[in-house]
């Protein structure tokens, strides 16, 4: 098989032997995802827990799915009510709870997935929204080893085991921003779509309006507006007022009271929670983050910067804004990484560049041994690759695409 070239064509020894070697680690990394999920499956814990062990992430999403299909959608904000459909759904009872914490809006997914049996419906769901993450990448990068690069990201080892929606996530933010730059109305139907997760689009609004994407800003109130009154018409205004009335519950549990331990948080809140700190100093910290990132924004998009940078830096801000991001919505930071990949291919990587990509994904590779906010790590060094190609001068390069021929 022909490996392209990722680097710009003007030095043989980053023309030859990076591209093996990028290859063989994305496909050392692809195999070990594989391995791991067979592993799982046939150990018989992945999708069902088993003595009284926990059920998947996904279980929260068949659990609402059923309880809406039966007229009862306020109910999924329930916890013992939603709790004991998650039950249902697994043939048992199990430690934890799997809350319930998205807008009405996300029951048009949930309810048509309950229609089928559980395992079933959790196969389609990952393996149905998988090509929605590889299309993004693909379309970013505008070559076919972008599949090689985005399959073999360590993120998506995270969303495929508890079955999350990270792979969604990061279609709708690259989809987005991939037709910004050509078909406004599309990106703003995407971004619109992206408000069944409201917390990942803080930003946007601050780059369309100072970009002056005006079509796109429109298009995504008018999409969000619909699907809010679509939903207020299929689920009834207690399924609203439950959501509304559980954020504060939820916020509650999970950043004041640390209930899925601080140390899975990949955020500023998280990381400030789990060094010891106190939930006074915690949003302190956060609110310094958003503050920054969000004039950040503003300047990059009111600037004549390449787009590349402004596409990736509304990325990466956009998982430094929210308080509340895991490991399975870190599948989001392969969107920047994408775009500083196009862009070192057609005006060649930086120094280290490539060096400090890898270590990004190394920091997710851990998470698992570690438990820390490693995710959170990689965020900012992707936040600070970006800096450093704002602040330094953009050199012209000839991009090769061409097959090397040295490679078979």
Not at 57 to 81: E, I, P
Not at 345 to 369: D, K, T
Request: glycine share 10%; hydrophobic share 55%; with cysteine.
């Amino acid at each position: 098989m022909a490996l392209y070239q990722l680097s710009p064509a003007r030095g043989a020894a980053a023309g030859t032997a990076l591209p093996h070697l990028v290859g063989s680690v994305c496909f050392a990394l692809i195999v070990s995802h594989v391995v791991f999920l067979l592993a799982s499956l046939v150990k018989g814990d992945w999708l069902i827990g088993h003595d009284g062990g926990v059920a998947s992430d996904f279980v929260n999403v068949w659990a609402a799915g059923k309880l809406a299909l039966a007229g009862h959608a306020a109910s999924a904000y329930d916890w013992a009510t939603h709790k004991a459909a998650e039950e249902s759904a697994v043939g048992h009872s199990f430690d934890g709870y799997f809350g319930w914490h998205y807008p009405p809006t996300f029951l048009f997914i949930a309810v048509p997935l309950s229609l089928l049996p559980y395992a079933v419906a959790y196969v389609v769901w990952v393996f149905g929204t998988f090509p929605a993450y590889l299309a993004a990448i693909r379309a970013i990068i505008g070559d076919r080893i972008a599949y090689l690069l985005a399959a073999a990201f360590p993120a998506v080892l995270a969303n495929f085991v508890v079955g999350q929606n990270g792979f969604v996530s990061a279609g709708l933010i690259g989809g987005t921003l991939v037709l910004l730059e050509r078909r406004a109305l599309l990106a703003g139907v995407l971004l619109g779509l992206l408000t069944y997760k409201p917390h990942l689009g803080l930003l946007f609004p601050i780059a369309l309006i100072a970009g002056w994407h005006w079509r796109t800003f429109v298009t995504a109130a008018i999409v969000a507006s619909l699907m809010a009154t679509a939903s207020w018409a299929a689920f009834g205004t207690d399924a609203w007022r439950a959501f509304a009335a559980g954020i504060g519950k939820s916020s509650q549990a999970f950043l004041s009271d640390g209930w899925a331990d601080f140390g899975k948080l990949q955020t500023a809140f998280g990381f400030t929670r789990a060094l010891g700190g106190s939930e006074t100093l915690a949003w302190s910290v956060q609110a310094g983050v958003v503050v920054l990132a969000a004039a950040a924004i503003a300047a990059l998009w009111r600037s004549r910067t390449r787009y590349e940078i402004k596409a990736a830096a509304l990325g990466t801000g956009a998982m430094l804004a929210t308080p509340y991001l895991y490991m399975y919505d870190v599948v989001v930071l392969a969107v920047p990484l994408a775009y500083l990949i196009r862009l070192g291919r057609a005006r060649g990587f930086l120094p280290h560049e490539l060096s400090a990509m890898g270590f990004v994904c190394l920091l997710i590779v851990i998470f698992p041994f570690v438990k820390a906010p490693v995710g959170f790590a990689a965020v900012l060094i992707v936040a600070g690759l970006i800096a450093r190609r704002v602040l330094t001068p953009q050199p012209e390069a000839p991009l090769s695409i061409a097959p090397n021929s040295a490679a078979t």
